[in-house]
């Protein structure tokens, strides 16, 4: 079997009418605009910009808001640097825009995955930093009764770390945690 190549012609920018004005719209989007873009989502959504770092879920508004503005002024020639995107105009017109991206509903589907992916990891990240905080300050309790030891707290001190063990193992694998209570 011979090889062929597969050339792929240039999309042509689409153009509709709205509010009496020629929008132009790009009608791709590269992988490169797809990372930028989801970054700048993810950033927005997650990041503490006062103090900044990353938090749980901050603003998923403000974070929508960007998008539209970031796919507005990428992929359009409109300017968006007075636009207002609250208006309910702004939205239709998002609307028109992204309708005449071909690949932006997978965009888009790939940005809720990453969201999602996100935060499962914040959470995982925050679950097991609470088990080895409780855990450190129990170790202390420990180290700071080695003197007052006797059979009794020996045991009561085996139960316990056998206990955040098991808490530790639970939240490693919740679904491990659920098929036994079945």
């Known amino acids: 079997m011979d090889k062929i190549k597969i050339q792929r012609k240039p999309f042509e920018n689409v153009t509709f009418d709205f509010e009496g004005q020629t929008v132009e719209v790009k009608p791709f989007m590269s992988f490169a605009e797809k990372s930028a873009l989801a970054e700048s989502y993810i950033k927005t959504m997650f990041l503490d910009f006062e103090n900044n770092t990353i938090v749980g879920e901050t603003d998923r508004i403000r974070a929508e808001y960007q998008l539209m503005i970031n796919v507005l002024g990428f992929y359009t020639n409109i300017d968006v640097t ?98 036994e209570k079945t």
């Open 82 to 179: 007075d636009i207002d995107v609250v208006s309910v105009y702004v939205e239709d017109l998002f609307r028109k825009v992204t309708d005449n991206i071909k690949n932006y509903f997978e965009f888009e589907c790939l940005l809720m995955d990453i969201v999602e992916d996100y935060r499962k990891d914040l959470a995982l990240k925050h679950s097991v930093g609470k088990v080895v905080e409780e855990l450190s300050e129990k170790a202390m309790d420990v180290l700071s009764k080695f003197s007052e030891l006797t059979p009794e707290s020996i045991n009561e001190l085996a139960t316990t770390t056998s206990n955040l063990i098991k808490e530790a193992r639970e939240i490693s694998n919740p679904a491990d945690s659920l098929l």
